[in-house]
């Protein structure tokens, strides 16, 4: 069972770039998929992003696809976001979440099919 711990969130500016950090343990990081939800005051958490096994394949939100970067390092255990050209509109606790895959390719995109999570870090992008 994977443990996941995010860091990197802040308050920054609408224009700036964050970099956000998802350090993992307790399971063998290179056979979850992961990704990144995030959840804003009074809404649903949404989904952000999306990234194979081998980190080959991505898979963005509308809202985020083109100025967010989801990478990954097996090495290290630990997922990131790059988010660059930030928007009010991205303040949000950002999550991320891992689902152990054996052979499946599928990058997962609902809350439901990912059983495990970190506790969030705070992002606030003001105006």
């Known amino acids: 069972q994977v443990q996941l711990v995010e860091s990197g969130g802040g308050l920054v500016q609408a224009g700036d770039s964050l970099r956000l950090s998802c350090a993992a343990s307790?399971?063998?990081?290179?056979?979850?998929?992961m990704a990144w939800f995030r959840q804003a005051p009074g809404k649903e958490r949404e989904f952000v992003a999306a990234?194979?096994?081998?980190?080959?394949?991505?898979y963005y939100a509308a809202s985020v696809k083109g100025r967010f970067t989801a990478s990954r390092d097996n090495v290290r255990n630990t997922l990131y976001l790059q988010m660059n050209s930030l928007k009010v509109e991205d303040t949000a606790v950002y999550y991320c979440?891992?689902?152990?895959?054996?052979?499946?390719?599928?990058?997962?995109?609902?809350?439901?099919?990912?059983?495990?999570w970190g506790q969030g870090t705070q992002v606030t992008v003001s105006s």
């Open positions: 990234i194979s096994r081998t980190g080959n394949t991505t």
């Open positions: 979440a891992g689902r152990s895959t054996a052979f499946s390719t599928t990058l997962y995109q609902l809350v439901r099919d990912y059983p495990y």
């Open positions: 307790g399971g063998t990081f290179s056979t979850y998929v």
